[in-house]
């Protein structure tokens, strides 16, 4: 079986599945169902590049699966940067769409980017010779925009097409992210609505699909329906309010689009998992597979990238409530049991009582050579909570300075779930004070947060290498873990990876399966987080 999970040097029968190389990251997904074969094409940053403009000098690479498990990449990028420095995509082939044109052969519209023409952005097509795309043409095209409809928006941003066929209208949708040409300079970001009746020429609608006055410029866009008859548009923020990929919900294509009153506030995630992007599940009319990637970030830097790891398979529904529920695939947790092995109940007991009244109690797990040498995933439920808050600490030093998965009881059974940083920064004065200065990161201290979540199924954790990934009450949280300054190559200097905390109060943890990824001369492949058991 080919690991889904990405390796530093493959052996041919494995595909590494986060990353085309270790040397390039992984960005915008674009994932395409034809017949019961998932396309999931996604952008891939030149080899060793970090900031703009050489990392986003991108081109679109492309997995295949049937069964979302084994996985086979393409030798070579489906689409590169033009060659000349005149052409539209000089410095890079940017996000889009793929979609069956009347032929039922594949197209794919996509956005190129050009420095010499002050960043402009334009849509380009390139067909494919049948439904799988097996091969595209050399080159690629404008499209046709007929009319004047596009000075209603800025010149530079018009980007992101995401092109699908509208039964109920007989026509193709093309969604762009853009801006409006005036208005409020900070919040006139848009999703503009352009239509063809055969993918040739395009018409653009005469008001924007969307334009909630909140965002600067929504990227990625996406819209489908559920056999609920709701439609769903999804994109995504790159700042905040809610940054991260977002949905809003509709009665009919047109919108107007809703924000979710379900405590999630639209989130799917936060803002490391970004650019997310879905596709029918074969045989399952009611679910989407969806996929996004978790940011790299420089440590000796201290910066966040663009570009990534691919998570892992996720799957989206709506619930009674029409509101969207996200958790791991069901074929990546059947996957991550086949091929882990548990972790010793001596070390790692199935069940855990804590509690301290007034202050917090804690517990480290023995985890052994599984701490830090291999992947790690948990599952646990909650049998009973009388706490104030209780969660999984991450990465945890000595002084007690780590990041946390929180759970805070919010009554009726629900609980708030957040992802906290390692310790908020003080203000200037207290930081004068004592001398301490902590760095201000953009992100924290909530990471990520939903509101109203249930427990009753339980929680998965699953952490590869510094990325982190939880789910739980159809909700996930997503992270990249910064590196300490103070490791050095295998000295944790005393950091411990995984505990539990409570405090003021009592929890009962029940069911807790604690797995590791077994190497290869256990019969599977690790995954590529640099840190290999030397057996």
Not at 113 to 141: A, M, P
């Amino acid at each position: 079986m080919r690991s889904i999970l990405p390796v530093p040097t493959p052996p041919p029968e494995t595909c590494p599945y986060s990353r085309a190389t270790v040397y390039q990251a992984s960005a915008d997904v674009i994932p395409l169902l034809v017949d019961d074969t998932y396309h999931v094409f996604h952008l891939s940053t030149p080899p060793a590049t970090k900031h703009h403009p050489e990392r986003l000098r991108s081109s679109w690479s492309r997995l295949r699966s049937t069964n979302l498990l084994e996985w086979t990449r393409d030798p070579e990028p489906v689409i590169f940067p033009g060659e000349s420095k005149l052409d539209p995509d000089a410095d890079g082939a940017w996000t889009g769409s793929a979609v069956l044109g009347p032929d039922q052969n594949m197209n794919i519209f996509y956005t190129g980017y050009n420095l010499s023409r002050d960043g402009r952005q334009t849509i380009l097509r390139t067909r494919g010779v049948d439904s799988h795309g097996t091969r595209f043409e050399k080159s690629s095209t404008p499209i046709p925009i007929l009319g004047q409809g596009l000075d209603k928006f800025e010149d530079i941003d018009f980007r992101d097409p995401f092109v699908f066929y509208n039964h109920a209208e007989g026509r193709y949708w093309m969604l762009v992210g853009t801006r409006l040409a005036s208005g409020p300079y900070w919040s006139r970001g848009c999703i503009a609505l352009l239509t063809s009746p055969d993918l040739e020429a395009w018409t653009v609608a005469p008001e924007p699909l969307y334009a909630p006055n909140d965002v600067f410029c929504p990227e990625c866009p996406e819209l489908f329906t559920l056999p609920n008859g709701k439609w769903y548009l999804v994109y995504s923020r790159f700042h905040a309010p809610n940054a991260g990929t977002v949905y809003r919900i509709a009665d009919t294509p047109y919108g107007p689009f809703r924000v979710p009153r379900d405590g999630s506030h639209g989130r799917l995630d936060g803002r490391r998992w970004y650019a997310a992007k879905s596709c029918p599940k074969a045989g399952d009319p009611d679910k989407r597979v969806c996929f996004g990637w978790i940011g790299d970030y420089t440590d000796d830097e201290k910066k966040w990238l663009w570009g990534g790891d691919l998570g892992i398979t996720r799957i989206i529904w709506a619930d009674t409530n029409a509101c969207l529920r996200i958790d791991a695939s069901q074929e990546f947790r059947s996957y991550i049991w086949q091929t882990s092995r548990p972790v010793s109940p001596s070390n790692a007991a199935p069940s855990l009582y804590l509690c301290s009244l007034g202050t917090t109690a804690t517990h480290f797990p023995e985890l052994g050579s599984a701490e830090w040498r291999r992947d790690i995933m948990v599952d646990f439920k909650v049998a009973a909570c009388d706490a104030h808050t209780f969660g999984v600490m991450l990465q945890t030093d000595s002084s007690g300075k780590g990041h946390r998965l929180q759970f805070n009881p919010q009554g009726n059974g629900l609980f708030s779930v957040t992802l906290m940083t390692d310790f908020p920064p003080l203000d200037d004065f207290w930081a004068d004070q004592y001398r301490i200065y902590i760095p201000r990161p953009v992100d924290g201290p909530e990471l990520v947060r939903h509101d109203n979540v249930s427990l009753v199924d339980g929680v998965f954790l699953f952490l590869r290498g510094q990325l982190v990934e939880a789910f739980c009450g159809g909700r996930s949280l997503s992270f990249r873990l910064p590196i300490p300054p103070n490791w050095v190559d295998n000295d944790r200097d005393g950091v411990r990876r995984l505990g539990w905390f409570v405090e003021d109060g009592m929890v009962d943890l029940v069911d807790i399966n604690m797995r590791h990824s077994m190497g290869i001369k256990d019969g599977s492949v690790e995954s590529d987080n640099g840190l290999e058991d030397a057996e």
